[in-house]
């Protein structure tokens, strides 16, 4: 699993599948041989199948207890997370010794969800935390792993969201700009995309995290998007969702990195949306969460990955229209569809008006490169949600949540910090899919069991500070 692009993962169509394989006596296909045997599942099959009981298992407990209780299964137990989280910010146990070229991960994934989950943190934690990851940061700019360790991509994006996330005069003073944008255009390659460390691989994960860390602390330059556009749509399948790199799958943390960086440099116009969209929106299973490849079971992670792309595509609805009417796919009939969803009229929409009426995404945007991000969160949402949110928050309470504290991949598994992250960050989407507008909170009709449930709104991917913040705060 990718620490920034995710694990794997809704449904293979194993019953359907099962269901077809008995021919019908009205087609012309041979009868089976008694030789043949019952026909054997294959392991993915089986696992599948396995998953899905369990998780339906969860869902019939659900429906034969009584209302009261119900709500009670569907809670956000904060209590439990904040503890867990704040713990693992002190002393982790001897198994985390794998994530030690990690460690400003660890710092994201906990700081992040403390930060979902609306609870402040202590001046004494936050001034460890921006100690040590002034240590893991390179002279020569970018942060490693750890102390002394190697700048990467991966982990510079950790370091940089942790500490804008706690957003104080020391953690943004201690980010070294000038050194950091060094640090990306070292990794700039001639294809248009980045690498993730010195000698490392290209990827479309790479080209989010620069992109991502340089529109953040409004670094972003003509340079660093020469020719990125280029390569990221050489990465998007016949499928419709994005690839890692070119000639390989379609993968939904790579679809989200792709997007996104697409979103930042202004191109995502380019990108087949109706493909991708299609893609990302059939990996929402019967178990209600999403997987991230064909055929790869159901991960919590993935409500972020996947969610969060479909709801950065909301925001793209008058190019996805246009794509639609160019391509002569009923770009109408979709409209419709698109306003019942979470019941938008036409009046709020926009719709009965120029469809296309935020044009394009080369809009002229005042300021610098760095002001598309932040542009695009304000953008008034014109559709409703594109998957079922009610249904991705039913997976992620019942079958992501740890009673004892965080969230795991799947029943069966354990938790972790990476999980409870993504989960967090899937539930926060997933709520605030039906709010036309960033600043206002969604209805109570979008959050599942009671209103205390709503977390924060999770925007912090494609905003950036302000300049002047960081004029004055800055090492420059």
């Not at 930060?115 to 002034?134: C, K, Q, T």
């Not at 980045?194 to 340079?223: K, P, Q, W």
């Not at 998007?225 to 790579?254: F, M, R």
């Amino acid at each position: 699993m990718s620490e920034v692009a995710g694990g794997s993962l809704p449904r293979s169509d194993s019953s359907v599948a099962m269901e077809a394989s008995a021919p019908s006596s009205s087609t012309s296909s041979p009868p089976s041989s008694p030789s043949d045997g019952p026909r054997r599942l294959t392991v993915t099959q089986l696992e599948q199948l396995r998953v899905e009981e369990e998780v339906f298992e969860i869902y019939r407990i659900l429906r034969s207890i009584a209302p009261h209780t119900q709500s009670f299964m569907l809670e956000l137990w904060r209590d439990t997370h904040i503890e867990f989280l704040t713990r693992g910010l002190g002393l982790l146990g001897p198994s985390y010794h794998v994530l030690d070229a990690n460690r400003p991960w660890l710092c994201y994934w906990i700081i992040h969800s403390i930060a979902l989950l609306g609870e402040p943190l202590d001046s004494e934690l936050e001034e460890r935390l921006v100690e040590f990851l002034s240590r893991c940061e390179d002279k020569y700019g970018g942060y490693g792993g750890g102390p002394g360790q190697m700048p990467h991509l991966a982990t510079t994006y950790a370091a940089v969201n942790t500490l804008v996330s706690l957003g104080s005069e020391m953690a943004l003073s201690s980010i070294n700009r000038t050194n950091l944008l060094k640090f990306l255009l070292r990794m700039k390659d001639s294809s248009g995309a980045f690498r993730m460390h010195d000698g490392g691989e290209i990827d479309v994960r790479a080209c989010y995290t620069a992109i991502s860390v340089a529109s953040i602390l409004n670094v972003l330059d003509v340079e660093l998007v020469k020719d990125l556009g280029n390569y990221i749509l050489s990465c998007q399948t016949y499928e419709g969702g994005i690839a890692g790199e070119p000639g390989s799958e379609a993968h939904g943390g790579y679809t989200f990195c792709g997007l996104a960086a697409m979103i930042l440099i202004n191109e995502a116009d380019r990108l087949d949306l109706p493909s991708l969209v299609d893609w990302v929106a059939s990996r929402q299973g019967v178990e209600c969460g999403f997987q991230g490849r064909v055929n790869k079971l159901v991960d919590g992670c993935y409500s972020f990955w996947q969610g969060g792309a479909l709801v950065l595509a909301q925001r793209l609805s008058p190019i996805l229209h246009k794509q639609l009417e160019s391509s002569f796919i009923g770009g109408v009939q979709a409209s419709v569809e698109c306003n019942k969803s979470c019941n938008f009229t036409t009046g709020e929409t926009g719709l009965d008006g120029n469809l296309c009426g935020a044009g394009t995404t080369h809009a002229k945007v005042e300021g610098g490169l760095s002001d598309f991000g932040f542009s695009f969160i304000e953008r008034q949402i014109e559709c409703g949600p594109l998957f079922q949110s009610i249904a991705l928050q039913q997976y992620i309470l019942l079958c992501s949540q740890v009673l004892e504290g965080g969230f795991k991949d799947k029943p069966g598994k354990q938790r972790d910090f990476y999980h409870s992250c993504y989960c967090l960050s899937g539930l926060s989407v997933s709520q605030y899919s039906c709010s036309k507008d960033a600043s206002v909170s969604p209805p109570s009709r979008a959050v599942l069991g009671p209103y205390a449930n709503l977390t924060k709104p999770d925007h912090s991917r494609l905003t950036s500070v302000t300049s002047r913040d960081l004029h004055e705060l800055s090492k420059i």
